[in-house]
Nanobody, 129 residues
Framework: QVELAESGGGSVQAGGSLRLSCTVS????????VGWFRQAPGKAREGVAG????????HYADSVKGRFTISQDSANHALYLQMNSLIPEDTAMYYC??????????????????????WGQGTQVTISS
């Protein structure tokens, strides 16, 4: 059983930065790959960034490439998302997610919310113009 708990959301002006954190428990053997999704009001869930395949590989949504950086601290069982140059379109609820790494080998599946069977409660990010 994996448990995920996000923190670090908030409200900032466009151009600012935020760092999201996620505490990950129940993944001591690294069976699960973790990442971040977001959902804005009235929009579908979007895969923002994630670790895939269990070999340290990462993926990013085109909309955040060059602005967001995902990292993890395995010793502390923590996942992070550094978000820079934020724009109003980044406003959304951000979720920490986990799925068995073998399910993320396929690039399409790695970006599909249906692949991830563990979700945190979410943390709100609001960017004002």
């Amino acid at each position: 059983q994996v448990e995920l708990a996000e923190s670090g959301g908030g409200s900032v002006q466009a151009g600012g930065s935020l760092r999201l954190s996620c505490t990950v428990s129940g993944n001591n053997d690294h069976y699960y790959c973790v990442g971040w999704f977001r959902q804005a009001p009235g929009k579908a869930r979007e895969g923002v960034a994630g670790f895939v395949r269990g070999d340290g590989s990462t993926h990013y949504a085109d909309s955040v490439k060059g602005r967001f950086t995902i990292s993890q601290d395995s010793a502390n069982h923590a996942l992070y998302l550094q978000m820079n140059s934020l724009i109003p379109e980044d406003t959304a609820m951000y979720y920490c997610v986990a799925a068995p790494c073998w399910m993320t080998y396929n690039a399409y599946n790695a970006r599909s919310p249906e692949t991830y069977n563990y979700w945190g409660q979410g943390t709100q990010v609001t960017i004002s113009s």
